[in-house]
């Protein structure tokens, strides 16, 4: 795109010019001369010994009749009151009149205020009336602008989001030959959401298909529309849309959406025409008024697609949604790919071995890993980043910075020896359960005294009522090893009895896996990417207080369960579990050969119908 450049007259360039002019006439006006008294101007003034004067307000210049010897035949005098020079003529004294402001005096009185304006206009008043963010530009918008040229992403640097690349390849298709749409009477869709967790490449995405089509790329967040000033919101769409259809063809991404686009309220208690409402329905007006033919595709992004108004998801509006979600373990080999290029990495590292350990992680969450690796590694003073610096980049992201610092005492070293055991003795006995990569009581993070990190084989999008009977088992592990061996249990099983919580309500009230309560779902699991702490956001319930007290025994009855099959497991195993303690004691970690000893030593639990019912 040409970029337009107006020639303007610099301010200083005039003064400087001025001061130029006012120089050379005091230079031409500086002809030799003689400076008297006033005094004697007057005797020379009654003695007609003076001619060609010239008589100004505060200077009187003449020539001489008869020049003194050896100086100019020029003078000239100041000027005094006249009645004043009457007085002292008559004293006898000598005296003369004070020079009046020269004319670069006369110039700076008017000069300097003059600019001092001007500067004030141009630092202060300018900023605030029509600079960025000024006051009088409130209503303009804030999106940053790409020519063509600028946006050098494109489709080969996104990687493990292959759907979502192919939907957007036709937007791209569309405003690089927009005639081969229209000829059957079809229309790109008006806008485009990109839905999906934080760090899976939405905006990446967004700046890819500007890359691609080589268009100019509006980009702005959805907060930047919101002022304190009412109706500003609503102005800034409006410019920003025209801005738009001006440079046709063109994107516009507004990122985060959910601060722009957030439900309206139904409420008549919160009115209905505060400032973000007059945003939301101007943005909406202007989709509306939106011309498909025009070439302007607007793209949104969101993490919270649950909060939008409905209005906005209509057909015609942003009617299609793409979602980019966390990538599966082939699209984790790909993003790898991507980064793994910017680092010196060992020959022999095994990417596929990588992703398999990376399971749930996006695309940012990879970056950041192949980023500790390569720190790792040049902590080390290491020439290439190995397997072993991203086993380690792992444990750190996951379960964070090691705390040697952390000093335990010798009954709480033991307790999660233990613990930790448990964990890893019951997961390595029962079926469907993740092997044990690494059993390690070094106290890292905030609260994490100890560590057991499962390899997960594949990717699972099923799980069966067994399967999630196990993995309560596993979770509750840690306890049982400690009310086996102590007879006691502590209060290091916080986060596994939460987790466990969460799964054995979800079998209940979600998944219908009791047989007391039917199959029945009782709570619906809305679509959120944003995990709020603690689950679930509140919903109303929807059944009674009978039901209520049933799922919350079946609850309780399968926790309990699960806590009898742990115990069983570690009870039929209890000489592994004090020796691989022991071991875990001295060295503090084990992996590897370690693990693979006791995974052989493991003995096969009992079967889940022989264990006794919890009471």
Not at 32 to 51: C, G, M, W
Not at 72 to 86: E, K, N, Q, Y
Not at 241 to 254: D, G, H, M
Not at 480 to 505: C, H, M, Y
Request: aromatic share 6%; charged share 20%; hydrophobic share 45%.
């Amino acid at each position: 795109m040409e970029v337009r450049k107006e020639h303007q007259i610099h301010f200083w360039y005039i003064v400087a010019a001025l001061l130029a002019v006012i120089l050379i006439q005091n230079l031409i006006a500086l002809a030799p001369n003689t400076e008297i008294p006033y005094s004697t101007f007057q005797d020379l003034l009654a003695r007609h010994e003076v001619k060609d004067l010239v008589i100004g307000d505060h200077e009187i210049t003449g020539t001489y009749q008869h020049p003194p010897a050896g100086k100019p035949d020029r003078f000239s005098t100041f000027r005094v009151d006249p009645r004043l020079a009457g007085e002292l003529a008559k004293s006898g004294a000598t005296y003369s009149g004070a020079p009046g402001p020269g004319p670069l005096a006369t110039l700076l009185a008017w000069v300097v205020p003059a600019a001092g304006f001007v500067l004030l206009w141009m630092f202060l008043i300018r900023p605030m009336a029509g600079g960025a963010g000024g006051l009088m530009s409130v209503g303009q918008s804030k999106a940053r602008i790409y020519v063509e040229n600028d946006v050098k992403t494109t489709f080969a640097d996104v990687a493990g989001v292959d759907e979502a690349k192919d939907e957007l390849k036709e937007i791209v298709t569309f405003l690089k030959d927009p005639e081969r749409y229209g000829r059957l009477g079809a229309h790109i869709p008006r806008g485009i959401l990109l839905v999906g967790p934080p760090g899976t490449g939405k905006t990446l995405l967004a700046r890819a298909v500007a890359g691609e089509a080589a268009v100019p790329f509006f980009s702005i967040s959805g907060s930047e529309f919101v002022e304190m000033f009412v109706g500003v919101g609503a102005a800034r769409v409006r410019d920003l849309f025209a801005k738009a259809r001006e440079q046709a063809p063109a994107i516009v991404f507004i990122d985060e959406l959910d601060a722009l686009g957030r439900m309206r309220s139904g409420s008549a208690m919160q009115g209905g025409n505060d400032e973000k409402e007059q945003t939301l329905n101007q943005l909406l007006a202007e989709l509306d008024g939106f011309d498909p033919s025009s070439g302007v595709v607007l793209l949104g992004a969101t993490n919270r697609p649950e909060i939008l108004d409905p209005a906005l998801l209509r057909a015609g509006r942003f009617d299609r949604q793409v979602l980019v979600d966390r990538p599966d373990r082939a699209g984790r080999v790909q993003i790898l790919g991507v980064h793994l290029k910017k680092i010196r990495l060992a020959v022999g590292v095994d990417v596929g071995e990588i992703a398999a350990m990376t399971p749930g992680f996006t695309g940012a969450d990879l970056a950041g890993l192949v980023n500790e690796a390569a720190l790792l590694a040049t902590r080390r003073d290491g020439t290439e980043v190995t397997l072993e610096d991203f086993n380690q980049a792992i444990e750190r992201v996951i379960a964070g910075l090691e705390k040697r610092s952390r000093l335990l005492n010798k009954h709480e070293r033991e307790v999660v020896a233990h613990h930790e055991l448990g964990h890893a003795l019951v997961a390595m006995a029962l079926p469907g359960v993740d092997p044990v990569q690494k059993i390690s009581i070094i106290p890292r993070g905030v609260g994490a005294l100890g560590y057991t990190i499962q390899r997960p084989l594949e990717d699972r999008f099923l799980m069966t009522r067994t399967e999630l009977v196990n993995r309560m088992a596993v979770l509750l592990g840690g306890r049982a090893a400690e009310s086996v061996i102590f007879d006691e249990i502590s209060t290091g099983a916080e986060d596994d009895l939460v987790k466990a919580t969460d799964i054995a309500r979800g079998m209940v009230a979600r998944f219908g896996m009791d047989s007391g309560l039917g199959q029945v779902a009782y709570e619906a699991q809305r679509q959120q990417f944003l995990q709020s702490p603690g689950g679930m956001a509140w919903e109303p319930r929807r059944y009674s207080d009978v039901t209520a007290a049933a799922i919350d025994l079946a609850v309780k009855t399968l926790i309990e369960r699960a806590f009898l099959l742990a115990r069983a497991v570690l009870e039929a195993n209890l000489p592994l579990l004090r020796q691989g303690a022991a071991t875990l004691l001295a060295h503090e970690t084990l992996a590897g050969p370690d693990l693979d000893a006791l995974t052989r030593a493991v003995h096969a639990p009992l079967a889940p119908a022989a264990l006794p019912h919890p009471v």
